[in-house]
């Protein structure tokens, strides 16, 4: 019996490029050899920040200050260095309502008061919201230290936030004194041409915000290969906070290696695919569930937030999914106070793009089957 | 100008097995593919846990339990969450007077008290005098939580503790209810074919070791490929305080791949090119300055301690080695209370072998033309 696996954010195995990476691997290794005795540093492997540079400046016109990039294994050990730098015990941190449930957890580890900002699926943040927000804590005496927000594609919602915003927001940052940790991890799965707008580290002219990217999400997550780029001081402080030696330079050179190469090509083989598979969900949720569930419909990244209905019985739906091996995720896990929301997360890029139709049509009827209202017809 | 590089814990780099790595990226790549998609999880890539294992049997001959095992960036990594996790401010902490520079930042860092046990150069802690500073401390009503070790090859001073002091070590470890963490970063590099002393963690019968180990020691220290293995409830208590969702499994599997394959061989040709050098280092000292200094004769492991003249300025050390470009670590560094002891620790393995008689007789003149004595003369 297959898997349909929509859970977890890896990206398109069929696209993954072994050969290419066999090939730099070679080279790599060529050119390194016994210079790999020595310590990355904390900055990491010198190759790799070109690249980390070298994209940006693809996207956004301006290359990265080198010296400030710092390599970490994916961009979740780059959050765990940052916001574990910078969150003490009961500091507040403001985030979308919804978010990466990796980044909640690490931030309830680290026991920061969640405030959660309300935002839409199209534009994400409400940043007039956060104003109020920050107003009213401002009254009570509450300084937040910081403001986590993906911009681009984001997690779970695939929202972008608009350039007004971006400003908006950038505004407040200085305004109120806070940090910005942007999440770019999503940023480069992207299914049309058309640009997202200017990164937040880009426009920030007051050294508010602290960029985090990987390239674990365009190749494998199992190459932990992500960065964060903080100007100074607070490259020093994340670095006396960092206490691994650094990430390791093999597997950064084999990664620099193959994407000074062949990044443009390798985003278009993947991008394409992903996007097809995006497409194949959304084509079969049109098909089965337009009547009773709403969804996104990402332009770029690895997730589609399905609104079910409010009859809807979860502990039915994950038995019912679970008979058929079709894996998800509960929106409540992505929602910054947990809130048993009737939403869930799919994650598409997986998945083998011939059995999406069927996963989903799965999924359709266990979302039909795990309807109270049925459920009740089912036992009278 | 040459450079002498006398400094940090880097293995030989002309050993560095540049043709079987590409082989065995070739492999591991061929074999994993896509599934390099997929997070490697807290634990690590399998294959490298199944590497520890197995080198853990050549030597103890017994295997590690696979489960317990956690792959981290090099042993640094594996000692920042370890001591990380159990030890918070103020806590006190018991190791060799004179121990690993980097776990002493890490343990200052935590905020830590160190308590320095006496040791000596062949045997390794003293665990009589461990003993009584246990029952100093319990009168005071002090509780330590940790004592950090490393039993073999020791880092700085090449000091082996033997079976009946790890025995003794053991026993008090279970009557004063304290963690052991073994770090064995040198464990494989040996110059004799006689083993060290069985392991504390296989010689523990009441859960109190935690062990560390690497393979960046053998290969380099930019493969960044440490581990810890901690038995329950420890395993799991230290994967809460873990938040980078896993060591590169694309690395991993290029070192499990080539290990499974030449471990062996690869000891012998690099341990072999270690001892050379080693053995250079200790010609050229005995040649020059056997009048003035005393030093350890390392039976393995990357480092030899020399014992200066107390007449010793080390400003002008320092300046006369820099000139001539030697590179080598004060001996405070180690210094578990940053004493200005007059030692210094060499660090042998990356100069290449026909360059230790230069370097080292420079390193000699340097020391000679640093005594007070020796300055007022020229002076007068």
Known sequence: MKDFAFTGGRPDPYTFPTDGLIEASAEALRELGGSLVNYPGDNGFLGMRELASIR?????????????????????????????????????????????????????????????????????????????????????????????????????????????????????????????????????????????????????????????????????AGVRQGYFVARPPYHRMIHENRWDAGTSALASAIVASFFKKHLDEHLAVTNAAVRAKCRAVIETLASHVSDICTWTKPRGGLFLWIHLPETTEMDILDMLAAEKKVGFSHGSAFHYQSLPIKCIRLAYAYCHVDDIPEGISYLCEAIRGSQVASVGIAAG
Chains 1, 2 share one sequence.
Do not use: W
């Open 56 to 220: 940006f400046e693809r996207r956004e016109d301006i290359p990265l200050p080198i010296d400030n990039i710092s390599i970490t294994s994916g961009s979740m050990q780059a959050l765990d260095l940052v916001l574990g730098t910078f969150i003490n015990h009961g500091d507040t941190v403001l985030t979308e309502e919804l978010t990466y449930s990796g980044t909640l957890g690490l931030l309830r580890h680290l026991k920061a008061n969640l405030v959660g900002v309300p935002m839409d699926y199209r534009d994400g943040m409400d940043i007039d919201a956060l104003e109020r927000i920050l107003k009213d804590l401002s009254r009570q005496h509450i300084h937040p230290k910081v403001i986590y927000t993906t911009p681009n594609h984001q997690n779970p919602t695939g929202a972008i936030l608009s350039l007004d915003r971006r400003k908006h927001l950038l505004a407040l940052a200085d305004e109120y004194d806070l940090l910005i940790v942007e999440d770019d991890c999503y940023g480069d799965i992207d299914f049309v041409p058309n640009p997202t707008p200017d990164s937040l580290f880009k426009l920030d002219r007051a050294n508010r915000v602290i960029f985090v990217g990987t390239f674990s999400k365009i190749l494998g």
